[in-house]
Each structure stands twice: as C-alpha cells, then as structure tokens.
C-alpha cells in the first residue's frame, strides 16, 4: 500500500500509513517498507525532510545495520531534500557504495546548487573505480549547466560515449542549456543539429530561451518553426510565449500575433525547461 501511494505521487498517504503501522497496529516493519518511506519523504523534499529524519532515528535505536540498500535510502532522501551534510555523514559511515549511492550524493548537490561539489564527488567516485551510469552523467552535466562550467560540461559529455553508453536526450538537453546560456549560441546550434536523437521540445526551448538571454533572434528563427510543429498550446504554453517574445524581439509582429491567438485560443500550461537541470 505505501509503494502503491508513492506510485501516484500520494506520498502524506504514505507516511499517514506508516505511522499507523508503527503506532497503532504495532506491524514489524522491514527494509523494504523503510524504503519507501524513505523514497516518499525525498520526494516531498523540506516537507519530508523531518519525518525522513524520523525514521533514520528509529532505524540507529532499533540498531540497523547500514547496509547498502538502507545507505542509499538514507542518501537519497536527504540530498533531496537538500540537506546535503546528513547525507555526506551516512555516505561516509557506509562501508560498501555502489553507483547509486555516488549518484544520489552528486545529483542531490547538483539540484540544490552546489555544482563544484557535485563534480568533487564524481571526481572521487572515479577514482574508487565505480562506472558511473546514465543517471550520474545527467547529475554531473546538470552541475555543469548551473554553474555555468562549459569546458567541464563538455569534457564530462564526451566521457558518457567514453563510458561505452549512448548520450540521452538529457545529456544533450544539459549541453545545449549549458553552452548556450554561455552565448554559445553557433556552438549550441551545432549540437542540435549533429545530435544523434531527435531533438524534443526541452532542448529546443532551451536553445530559444537561450537566443532570447543574448538577444539573437535569427539564431532562433533557425529553430522556431520546428518548434510550433512540436509544440501544443494546451501543453506548452511555456514555448509559445517563448516564441511570441522572441517575434516581438525581431520585430515581427504580425508571427507575434498569431502565436499570441494560438495561446488564447487554449488553455494551457507552463513548460518548465529545466526539468533535467
């Protein structure tokens, strides 16, 4: 029942069941059932960060070993919800880590902003010999785009295919939102066009944010009608207003006007681009 309350995002269910089990039903509870609790507290990030503290306590005065699973657990919850010091403290006590707990530590540092630390502890973990997997380059490729390190970015890009694996549309998402931000923008083109995937509308959008930060309109007109063939205004609200603001930009205001009518015309929702970053 808890991971069936995680599955649909009901993660106060969760924790509403578990201190039943715990309180009232007395029900013995094991690592998995911790697990998801603790899954359930990362995903409710500074909401869950008190309960998720909770259960580590129960766990260290019910004299738990810190195996791998409950490491991970532990480490995951915390750098999402960003308290990233109690995460460092379990990952250090853990005997035996495997990628995914090197993973959690560096996309817990990258989402919260700590980019240089993030790319300390990918450092390491190569060092310890762990292959790092898709998961971790989207961790270590998003610290980069934060905290705008383009040659890092673009050395860590050409590790992934190094590493035996083909780049995901989020690696590429990274590395367009990263060297075009920089003003890249013939650089960041570049990578949309050679990229081995189709290209979604996150990348795009990125490129056109990008174009719109450094005023670049005809780079943009490169991309924008690809763009609206992709985009749906009951969808991707986010990228029509994007689009509509970069026509004003170049002065054409009639192509303004009739994406302005499109979003109108629908209901829509934001797209948020950085969804990967």
Known sequence: MIAGYNNVGSYELSLGLFRRMMFQEGTKVDEVTVGSVLSACGKMGCVGLLAGKSVHGFMVKSGWELNVDIGDALVNMYAKCGNLRSGAQVFELMSEREVMTWTALICG????????????????MLVSGVTPNELTFTGVLSACAHGGLVDEGRRYF????DNGMEPRIQHYACLVYLVG???MLEEAYEIIRKMKLKP?????????SACKEHRQFQMAERVIEQVLTMAKPEYDGGVYSLVCDLYVMGKKMEEAERVKKLMLNNKHVDLVLNNWF
Request: proline letters at 0%.
């Open 109 to 124: 540092a990258s989402k919260h902003g700590f980019s240089e630390e993030a790319l300390v502890v990918f450092e390491k």
């Open 158 to 161: 050409k590790m992934i295919e």
């Open 181 to 183: 931000k920089a003003g």
């Open 200 to 208: 979604n509308i996150v990348v795009l959008g990125s490129f056109l």
